[in-house]
C-alpha cells in the first residue's frame, strides 16, 4: 500500500532536508542503510555510497537501489571503519530502535571527519500521525521497534557529548540534526 499525498509530500519535504544536508559529498557513509531507499534519494548518481546494515536482507534491497555501492555487514555500535575516515556520515531512522544509542554514536563521532546528518521520528508528533492513519492502534500509534523517543531537545541531548557543534531542525514529524566537530564524548560509565 503506497502512502497517500499527504504523506508523500511530507516525505518529500523530509528526503529534500536530507539532501541539503549531504550536500555534493562525493562519499556518504550510511549507517544503519536498510533498504537503502532514502539514502538513494539524497545523494548524486556520482556518490559512492558506504552503507553499513547488520542484517543481510536489508543490504541486499540496498544493493538494488543504488548504482554501485560498497555495502558491509556491520554493527552501529560496532563500526568497522578507522578513526576520522569518513567525511559525511548519514544515520537515518536508526537511533530510535537502539536500546543503546550512545554505542552508535561513540562510533558515529569517531569516523566523522566533517559532518554527521542523524534523523529520527519527531515524537509524539510521529506517533501521533501514525495514529490518525490508522497504524499502531494499540500502541498509541508508536512502531513496536521504535525504543527510544526524540524531541528536538533529547536529539540535542543525545548528540552534544559526541559533537562540539549540533542543529537540530525540525521537518515534520522527523528531526534532521548536523552534527560537526566530532569529540570524544563522556568517559565510560562503570557496568
Request: proline share 10%; glycine share 8%.
Amino acid at each position: 500500500m503506497s502512502p497517500g499525498p499527504v504523506v508523500q509530500r511530507l516525505i518529500g519535504r523530509w528526503l529534500q532536508h536530507l539532501g541539503r544536508a549531504v550536500g555534493d559529498a562525493p562519499v556518504v557513509v550510511d549507517v544503519g542503510i536498510g533498504e537503502g531507499l532514502a539514502v538513494a534519494r539524497i545523494t548524486g548518481p556520482s556518490t559512492l555510497v558506504v552503507g553499513l546494515d547488520f542484517r543481510h536482507d536489508k543490504l541486499v534491497l540496498a544493493g538494488e537501489q543504488l548504482p554501485s555501492p560498497l555495502l558491509v555487514r556491520a554493527d552501529a555500535g560496532m563500526l568497522p571503519l578507522a578513526d576520522s575516515s569518513a567525511p559525511v556520515v548519514t544515520c537515518i531512522e536508526v537511533l530510535e530502535h537502539l536500546v543503546r544509542p550512545e554505542m552508535a554514536l561513540a562510533e558515529l563521532s569517531r569516523i566523522t571527519v566533517d559532518r554527521c546528518i542523524v534523523s529520527v521520528p519527531w515524537e509524539p508528533f510521529f506517533r501521533l500521525g501514525n495514529l490518525a492513519r490508522g497504524k499502531n492502534v494499540t500502541r498509541w500509534g508508536n512502531d513496536p521497534e521504535h525504543v527510544q523517543q526524540y524531541s528536538p531537545a533529547r536529539l540535542r541531548e543525545a548528540l552534544e557529548p559526541w559533537f562540539a557543534e549540533v542543529r537540530v531542525r525540525r521537518c515534520f514529524p522527523w528531526l534532521v540534526a548536523v552534527a560537526r566537530q566530532p569529540r570524544p564524548g563522556p568517559p565510560a560509565q562503570p557496568q
